[in-house]
Nanobody, 114 residues
Framework: QVQLVESGGGLVQPGGSLRLSCAASGSIFNIFGMGWFRRAPGKQRELVAVIRRDGGTSYLDTVRGRFTIARDNANPTVYLLMNSLKPEDTAVYYC????????WGPGMQVSVSS
């Protein structure tokens, strides 16, 4: 069984930064990708960023240039560095691990407000 543990969420002022972390443990054999989704109140879930097995990355248009996704293959852990945060980034952020099936983190709140 695979478990994902998230950390780093919280409240930050507009223009501030946060770093989200997601550490995976358990029976993980082949990692095809890791990434982050988010869901804001009253909105559909969005794929924020993904990092693939070959190291390639993709970003949601509205976060490209402000967010950076990275990974540590040894643990494995995926990070999301979020800079220049805006109120519209407020959402519950979920990490995921694609390893033949998809495993999900429990989600954590990120709030951007003055």
């Amino acid at each position: 069984q695979v478990q994902l543990v998230e950390s780093g969420g919280g409240l930050v002022q507009p223009g501030g930064s946060l770093r989200l972390s997601c550490a995976a443990s358990g029976s993980i054999f082949n990692i095809f990708g890791m990434g982050w989704f988010r869901r804001a109140p009253g909105k559909q879930r969005e794929l924020v960023a993904v990092i693939r097995r070959d190291g390639g990355t993709s970003y949601l248009d509205t976060v490209r240039g402000r967010f950076t996704i990275a990974r540590d293959n040894a643990n494995p852990t995926v990070y999301l560095l979020m800079n220049s945060l805006k109120p519209e980034d407020t959402a519950v952020y979920y990490c995921y691990l694609l390893h033949g099936i998809v495993s999900w983190g429990p989600g954590m709140q990120v709030s951007v407000s003055s």
